[in-house]
């Protein structure tokens, strides 16, 4: 199997050289096994090599905005709007797409699947004092789940902490927690078609709106980091938001199930 993907938390003194390419990613797209399908694609069409430092969302931007890498690929659109409007992005551009969901017991104990809406899911787990995992990092994950906590008049900082317990993890070591402790939690359909470990966890939870997932890909500005290699950045984003990448984005499967949805042509 593929295996390029670089899972580190904190980076810094890039040694860079002319022959590969780095992208900042969020682990979702990691953690699905998108990376391991997408990227032997293009290094057999053009020959480079793509390295990806998966991290959440918020500190791939951060790493971008240090200028530790060429390209961002991450989920969360308010953030990578002052990305670029700080002038450390040239275009936030769309990707693809697929939706978030919440995951806990299987046997859904609380009835939360007969529930109309997200509000009330969320209500009913403070409410009856479920264990909910939250990854606590500032990832888009994280952020859109404050989002929804938020959103049914409910603030997280107040939960108490033997319910709400924060995982301090990546996705997929958030899921193996919520496996573990047969606990609930948020996760986007990707990472959890591609997750392994289900045990008796199961979707609880799914629709849209407001669980849409929108990926965007970004070039780094190189006029705020000289260093960084354009034309390679470049040239593998718009391969991506390309019909040949979209078709390929839109092939990828597991067991029969799509894990991402191509939409640059709504750019």
Do not use: C
């Amino acid at each position: 199997m593929f295996k390029k993907i670089i899972l580190i938390f904190l980076i810094s003194n890039f040694s860079y050289s002319s022959d590969f390419l780095v992208i900042q990613s969020t682990t979702s797209t990691s953690d699905s096994g998108f990376y391991d399908y997408i990227l032997p694609i293009y290094e057999k069409k053009t020959g480079i090599d793509i390295r990806v430092v998966a991290v959440g969302t918020g500190q791939a931007i951060k790493n971008a905005m240090n200028g530790d890498g060429d390209l961002l690929i991450t989920h969360s659109e308010e953030d990578e709007k002052n990305f670029v409007l700080n002038g450390y992005g040239l275009e936030r551009k769309k990707l693809m797409y697929n939706d978030f969901i919440i995951i806990g017991p299987k046997n859904d104990p609380e009835k939360l699947k007969s529930k109309s809406n997200i509000k009330n899911v969320f209500q009913t787990i403070k409410e009856k004092k479920l264990t909910f995992l939250t990854r606590g990092d500032n990832s888009g994950t994280h952020k859109k789940e404050v989002f929804l906590w938020e959103n049914a008049k409910i603030n997280p900082k107040n939960i108490d902490s033997k319910y709400y317990i924060d995982a301090g993890r990546g996705m997929g070591a958030t899921l193996n927690m919520a496996a573990s402790m047969e606990a609930y939690t948020i996760t986007d359909r990707g990472t959890w078609l591609s997750f392994n470990n289900k045990q008796d966890l199961g979707i609880i939870f799914s629709g849209v709106p407001p669980l849409h997932n929108q990926y965007s890909v970004i070039v780094i500005n190189p006029k705020k980091h000289p260093h960084v290699k354009f034309e390679l950045a470049n040239n593998f984003s718009r391969w991506l938001i390309s019909e040949e990448g979209q078709k390929y984005i839109s092939k990828y499967k597991i067991m029969g199930e799509q894990l991402f949805f191509p939409n640059s042509l709504n750019n």
